[in-house]
């Protein structure tokens, strides 16, 4: 397998990653300097979450006009110019902007990067490739709060975004001269209407619980745009029905493979994306460590996230995507419940073994999962299924964050305001039973789904063949 592809999507892929939780662990400091408090500045984040869910789902259709490779280059130069806006900001209204910013460029690198992995791997080097490509989706939001805390104790918030400057001009320069430029197929006309329907409804719904979960504004306007979102999705999913060629066409989920895949894998992500929004929270607000002691704790998941890469292929090709899945998302929702067993006495060598645990089932569940997604996709519905998958893996995490953060919010008034531990077990032990759910899709897969891309049923029958000549 050509390793040169993944691991500059993947270098691209890892500062948006990161980038995205690294702003967490600033917030006071930024609100500070700019003359506003950190629960306004929340804001900056829900901007960001909303401008991935408008222009996420036309994407694909981006990649197809203009070619894949040079729309992921432009993704990373509007990135890095949202960063330097960033970094500049002087006002809570212009650090909103620029973040929106920054996720019109973030909103493009992880679909259109996913898309050139895909049409320029071979369908068996498939779950290698997206081994490489699954790396930086799991450290970086690890890396965030140590590297965030870091900076911003050491040197100043502003370099949280400059930083971005360096990596983003490597990504540019890689992209156009090691990336294939492939083949473009025909782009269809773009679909307005589902446009602006499928934008409205992701944008409702992440922005919805976004302000639910983070109480920057009245909760009202989040449930009043979260029933906006599923109102435009219900539009979209009759103006799709009536039209030929719709910017994200439900018929993909005819598919049964890529549907109970992504129903499986959202259902985990959760899970997965609550996490990291509560790990951090009860370190710090529970166990009293600070933000830079709780992100070197919280990222030594990373190293079995790197670990499983170099085995995952083997794992797949012996137990095959159904039961290899169905092993990693029970193992991942035991992990989570095994967090809310955690108290400040516990050894923090204990809470890291088992961290690192959950980094090795967690990573061999989204390589596994990423590589079956498209296992029987072809190249030329490879852009609308990234747009898909992406769109809803926003509206997945956006779920896992408001519901972690709404069952704290009620365990908390309950408790007449004050935020125990107790609340924090209660949230993980709630989003381990979901993730646990995540099995259910999968056990719908027949047991040679994706077969061509795990190579499971070919070395069985190697070994059926194989069995004469030995006896």
């Known amino acids: 397998m050509n390793r040169t592809v993944p691991l500059v999507l993947a270098v691209a892929l890892f500062m948006e990653q990161m980038d995205s939780t690294v702003i967490a662990t600033a917030l006071p400091a930024i609100a ?3 003359g506003t408090n950190p629960i306004a500045l929340k804001l900056a984040l829900t901007a960001y979450l909303v401008a ?11 990649a197809d006009r203009f070619g894949a490779r040079r729309v992921f280059a432009i993704a990373i130069a509007v990135f890095m110019t949202g960063s330097i806006a960033c970094a500049m900001s002087g006002s809570l209204f212009q650090f909103v902007v620029s973040r929106f910013l920054q996720g019109m460029g973030g909103a493009m690198m992880t679909p259109v990067g996913r898309l050139v992995l895909v049409r320029s791997t071979e369908k068996s080097d498939l779950v290698n490739a997206m081994a490489w490509l699954t790396i930086p989706a799991l450290i970086g939001p690890l890396a965030g709060p140590p590297v965030g805390g870091f900076l911003t104790t050491f040197l100043s918030w502003h370099w949280i975004f400059l930083v971005n400057i360096p990596i983003g001009t490597a990504g540019i320069i890689f992209a156009l001269t090691l990336l294939p430029a492939g083949e473009t197929p025909p782009a269809k006309r773009v679909d307005w209407t589902g446009f602006v329907l499928a934008g409205a409804a992701a944008a409702g719904v992440v922005f919805g619980l976004s302000v639910i979960s983070l109480p920057a504004l009245p909760p009202v306007w989040g449930v009043i745009a979260t029933l906006g979102g599923v109102s435009a999705f219900l539009a979209y999913l009759h103006h799709a029905g009536r039209t030929p060629n719709p910017l994200l066409d439900p018929k993909l989920f005819r598919n049964r493979t890529f549907r109970w895949t992504l129903v499986g894998m959202n259902l985990f992500r959760i899970g997965a994306g609550a996490v990291p929004f509560l790990l951090p929270l009860m370190l710090q607000l529970g166990f009293g460590l600070t933000p830079f002691q709780s992100g070197m704790i919280t990222f030594v998941s990373a190293g079995g996230a790197i670990v499983m890469k170099f085995t995952v292929k083997r794992i797949l090709r012996a137990g095959g995507f159904r039961m290899v899945l169905i092993g990693a998302a029970g193992g991942a929702s035991l992990s989570i419940a095994v967090n809310g067993l955690f108290t400040p006495t516990t050894p923090v060598v204990l809470i890291m073994v088992t961290l690192f645990a959950s980094g090795l089932v967690r990573s061999l569940f989204f390589t596994s999962a990423n590589a079956l997604t498209f296992a029987e996709i072809d190249d030329r519905n490879a852009a609308p299924a990234t747009a898909i998958t992406s769109a809803m893996q926003q509206v997945a995490i956006a779920v896992g964050v408001a519901l972690a953060g709404g069952i704290l919010e009620i365990v908390s008034s309950l408790n007449g305001g004050v935020l125990t531990v107790s609340a924090f077990h209660l949230a993980f032990f709630v989003i381990a039973a979901i993730t646990a759910f995540a099995i259910v899709p999968f056990l719908a897969l027949p047991p040679n ?23």
């Open 32 to 34: 500070t300097d700019i």
């Open 52 to 62: 991935l869910a408008i222009f996420i789902p036309i994407s694909g259709w981006m």
């Open 449 to 471: 789904a994706g077969e061509a891309v795990s190579g499971h049923a070919i070395s069985q029958a190697g070994g059926r063949a194989a069995s004469p000549v030995r006896r």
